[in-house]
């Protein structure tokens, strides 16, 4: 898509509304706070009242849904045509994620601080498109990112910069895994720090990945437009910035295994106590069956726990087991000791003492929002709550207070 389409996109695929500006929003552009909350708000140091308002607003300034947001293909395309980025490209994308989460934390700690004009200057030169996003599910603020110079084939983005838990939650096939709402709704619940959600359909391009692996869809090869199975992407460079921020990764899938969750820790390791998907596992079982008194537990495993090799399916091959995944294996060569070189292309990683990654392959009643039949994605998101908790060291951190809305400001 050429950047004229990008434009269009942003005028008339956000419904016609007003373009955003870097003048101050009008009166009239926004829904007025009380005057009770404004005050409290600030009183506590809003990280949302200052210099992040260089930033600007989206079109729709009353906010939107994150929800809704993230399953609309038209506010989010689905690209079915794509292209590899640079070296050069990948860099600034790196720069841009960094600069984002180095503003967050100066804003946060003082909310007249943080380098927004410069991350904007860097959104540029990466071919991004930042702004504040209001989601009016928690009435907060998020930054949002999108891809504008090659027509949202890249990777989306969302940083709340008051993160409660040093969690990121991935989604690298949409719509193939049709998981971009359960992870903006998991994102939300865990007060996690990043949302990332592929850009361009994962079988768009014709071409192999050079890395390995093999898989059923996309006629049977991972594609160069796969985001977890090659590197030259603006997910896998979003996702290097945040590694050295050293998070937690949660990637959300889709599978049609025989059983309804698979967790794996994305090593190559089939026998491990200690992972991390064991531990989540665990935690999983005791939300779905806390008395010991159903089978909804039954079909729930790991990959890692000892003697216990989750069942293949015979009809796709596959048993939910990645070890192929590109951004575990960034992530644990990083903190491998033992690694020199990292090579998250075709070298396998048995190295999960780091305790970062986990890969959940869901069943489509684990994804959706219908808790009736015993699962939804609201018992994953407990189960990873009680498995990475909040900075506090508490499990039940909320996302926070609803804040006022406020209106831009203009770089300097």
């Not at 359909?201 to 059923?216: L, V, Y």
């Not at 189960?383 to 207070?401: H, N, Q, S, V, Y």
């Amino acid at each position: 898509m050429r950047r004229h389409s990008v434009i269009q996109f942003l005028a008339v695929g956000l419904a016609g509304l007003p373009a955003c500006v870097d003048r101050p929003t009008g009166a009239a552009d926004l829904a007025a706070p009380s005057a009770g909350a404004a005050i409290a708000a600030l009183a506590t140091g809003d990280w949302a009242s200052g210099n992040v308002r260089y930033l600007g607003s989206m079109p729709q300034p009353d906010g939107y849904d994150l929800d809704a947001f993230a399953g609309n293909r038209t506010l989010m395309p689905r690209p079915s045509s794509y292209d590899t980025i640079s070296a050069a490209r990948a860099t600034n994308v790196r720069a841009l994620m960094t600069a984002v989460l180095d503003a967050s934390s100066a804003s946060v700690a003082d909310p007249n601080t943080g380098a927004w004009c410069s991350v904007r200057t860097k959104a540029r030169s990466a071919g991004y498109w930042v702004r504040r996003f209001y989601d009016t599910e928690s009435g907060r603020y998020l930054v949002y990112g999108q891809d504008t110079s090659t027509g949202s084939q890249q990777a989306y983005f969302f940083v709340n910069p008051a993160y409660k838990r040093n969690v990121v939650v991935e989604v690298p096939h949409e719509p193939v895994d049709p998981t971009s709402v359960e992870g903006a709704r998991v994102f939300r619940d865990l007060a996690a720090r990043a949302l990332v959600v592929n850009g361009a359909h994962r079988c768009a391009s014709p071409t192999r990945s050079p890395c390995d692996g093999k898989t059923q869809t996309c006629g049977g090869f991972y594609r160069l437009s796969d985001p977890a199975h090659h590197r030259a992407n603006a997910f896998h460079a979003i996702h290097l910035a945040l590694d050295d921020k050293a998070v937690r990764f949660a990637q959300l899938h889709r599978q049609t295994s025989v059983n309804r969750v698979v967790a794996d820790d994305g090593t190559t390791n089939a026998d491990d106590a200690s992972s991390v998907s064991v531990t989540f596992l665990g935690k999983l079982r005791s939300v779905l069956d806390p008395l010991g008194a159903n089978a909804l537990d039954d079909s729930v495993v790991a990959c890692q726990t000892p003697n216990q090799t989750p069942v293949f399916n015979l009809n796709t091959g596959q048993n939910g087991c990645y070890p192929t995944n590109v951004q575990a294996r960034y992530t644990h060569q990083q903190a491998d000791p033992a690694v020199n070189t990292i090579n998250s292309c075709t070298l396998g990683s048995a190295y999960g003492a780091d305790r970062r990654v986990l890969l959940i392959e869901q069943s489509n009643t684990v994804i959706d929002g219908d808790c009736s039949d015993g699962y939804c994605w609201r018992r994953v998101a407990d189960a990873l709550k009680r498995t990475w908790p909040c900075r506090d060291g508490t499990t039940t951190c909320g996302i926070g207070a609803a804040q006022p809305k406020y209106a831009n400001k203009t770089c300097p």
